[in-house]
């Protein structure tokens, strides 16, 4: 069965597509502050329209050092997805303690609560970093999911994230894949 990707990014603040993809967490904790505390988690949230509605078949976010939590909810206040970063403990290749591993994903059962996004509902992602060591520069809160899509019913939403989402594939494609260059 065919699916279709639909991003979102935490600095997007008006839903307009246009994003700033890299972020700062201002201030900072002492390196000995407990960094679940209050004064020392930056939070940032955004509020999408779904652009098409359908059967959710996975979820993750794309967080940097320093990461906390993530979380995508419904407009219902349903939780969709916990897509928290996994850091490692160890020494070795791919488990350099305290840095990001991997980062939790989403496949919901047929039938639960966050199976299913209906088109035009408001969607709400949350971020969260520590400040602990800060302030972290170029700190990314990205949410990708992938979904079996009804068919459209509102094809200006559905172009407009389809554009948004080329968008940020190409500077992605850019930023990561492209030569180094020389000054």
């Not at 839903?15 to 020392?40: M, N, R």
């Not at 170029?138 to 200006?156: C, F, Y």
Request: proline share 7%; aromatic share 8%; glycine share 12%.
């Amino acid at each position: 069965m065919p699916t279709t990707l639909f991003g979102i990014d935490v600095t997007d603040k008006d839903g307009s597509g246009h994003g700033l993809i890299e972020y700062t967490v201002e201030g900072s904790c002492g390196a000995h502050a407990d960094p679940q505390s209050e004064e020392c988690v930056d939070t940032q949230d955004t509020t999408v329209i779904a652009p098409f509605g359908g059967k959710v078949v996975t979820v993750v976010s794309h967080l940097h050092l320093a990461a906390l939590d993530s979380s995508l909810w419904g407009e219902d206040g349903r939780l969709i997805c916990n897509s928290p970063p996994v850091y490692g403990h160890g020494t070795e290749a791919g488990n350099e303690d305290g840095y990001i591993i991997g980062v939790g994903s989403c496949y919901p059962a047929p039938g639960s609560p966050g199976s299913r996004i209906i088109e035009g509902e408001r969607l709400h992602y949350q971020v969260k970093y520590s400040k602990v060591d800060g302030p972290h520069t170029g700190v990314m809160g990205l949410l990708a999911i992938r979904m079996v899509r009804d068919e459209p019913q509102n094809p200006t939403l559905w172009h407009s994230s389809l554009t948004y989402l080329n968008n940020l594939v190409s500077w992605i494609s850019e930023s990561w894949f492209s030569p180094i260059q020389s000054l």
